[in-house]
């Protein structure tokens, strides 16, 4: 029987998400399994949360990667502090903040969906206004919209939230490893990511943080955490203390693969790696200027690792995209909802984030015009 793995090719991932992995990481996968409860492997998880507080800034004690992708991150957040009738405010701008308002409408919370136009940041005057009619429990936003390319104001929302007396929820799932994530400093109280964007791990874990407050609002809640699998009060069990208890078994290689990532990142120094995202996106953008390519983003709220671009007139995008993949093996995201047909989303993330692979992108293109 022929195996499948064998017809699988070597793409250059230039999409919204999975980046390219470096060979360390994959090594680190192909280690040896060991038990989940394996002093060794618990050494391991203390190390990979080191790991996750120095990257996150922040001394949050529940600092870890869940098991899943960052949707499991983003139900973790919602599901631990979200009880019924609890009012929600989510701010949103693109598919991202569109999930947040439907996970947590379905844990009945009373949710509040303040809109910006897609491809536009969050207007703090208008979170401010909002904060000002009505209490709310908990706001959300995204910081790296994924679907826009849209860099939200993170850090000025979060002293209107902390003003106001909300827990303040923020997704960095794009943005972590890309550019700067300071929990403490932007006062977040619950965080998510995945592996799969800027920490160039394959998917299937989803950092996650909780502040003091939120644990509280955990501690304080009137029910159980309705969803077993990502009930925090009992994972913490397992993840925290001298002595360590079963939830579930542990993607055991999927964390070596985690931590061999996050040393790379750590090793390179945060500073060097923010700034390799921003030469290449500044490479890429001028290269696409020449080619006839527009942003669909402004400057001022563009993010370095996910770039939303309009395609000259008379090009179809899909067809576009198609002959990448086929001729190039290059692989390029497609624009989601109202952006579908409109816009190409090219990912310039963690080890995506090369000069080679801009200029390998920028020929090929060329060619195909
Ligand atoms: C901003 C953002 N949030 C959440 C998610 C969901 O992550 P996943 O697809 O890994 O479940 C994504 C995935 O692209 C994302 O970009």
Not at 216 to 238: E, Q
Request: aromatic share 6%; hydrophobic share 40%.
């Amino acid at each position: 029987m022929p195996n499948k793995l064998d017809s699988l090719e070597k793409i250059l991932l230039m999409g919204p998400g999975p980046s390219m992995v470096h060979s360390s990481v994959y090594a680190a996968m192909a280690k040896d399994t060991i038990g989940h409860m394996d002093a060794s492997f618990i050494a391991l998880m203390d190390a990979i949360k080191e790991q996750l507080r120095a990257l996150c800034q922040t001394r949050n004690s529940v600092t870890m990667p869940m098991s899943g992708t960052g949707s499991s991150g983003m139900e973790t957040c919602f599901v631990n502090l979200v009880e019924p009738g609890d009012a929600v405010l989510i701010l949103q701008n693109g598919v991202f903040g569109v999930r947040m308002a439907d996970v947590a409408g379905r844990l009945g919370a009373d949710v509040d969906v303040l809109e910006f136009e897609w491809g536009t940041p969050v207007i703090t005057d208008d979170v401010a206004k909002a904060l000002g009619k009505k209490k709310y429990a908990i706001v959300a936003v995204v910081h790296a919209e994924t679907s826009t390319g849209v860099c939200n104001p993170v850090e000025a929302i979060g002293k209107l939230v902390k003003d106001h007396g909300a827990l303040y929820l923020v997704d960095c799932v794009t943005s972590l490893g890309g550019i700067e994530v300071a929990l403490d400093r932007w006062g977040v109280d619950a965080f998510y990511s995945g592996t799969q964007k800027c920490l160039s791990c394959p998917p299937g874990l989803a950092p996650i943080s909780f502040s003091e407050a939120a644990i509280a609002k955990l501690k304080g809640r009137k029910n159980k955490v309705p969803n077993w699998y990502l009930d925090l009060t009992m994972i913490i069990n397992y993840w925290e203390g001298n002595t360590r208890a079963y939830h579930h078994t542990a993607p055991i290689n999927m964390n070596y693969a985690l931590y061999q990532a996050l040393r790379l990142i750590l090793q390179e120094g945060t500073d060097k790696v923010f700034e390799r995202h921003k030469d290449v996106h500044d490479r890429l953008v001028y290269g696409l200027d020449a080619l006839g390519f527009k942003m669909y983003v402004k400057e001022s709220c563009r993010l370095p690792m996910l770039n939303a671009v309009v395609p000259p007139p008379g090009v179809d995008e899909a067809a576009l995209r198609k002959r990448m993949r086929q001729e190039y093996m290059i692989e390029l995201g497609s624009g989601l909802g109202p952006l579908a047909g409109k816009i190409i989303r090219i990912g310039l993330m963690g080890e995506t984030a090369r000069r080679e692979n801009v200029n390998r992108l920028l020929s090929a293109l060329r060619e195909c015009l």
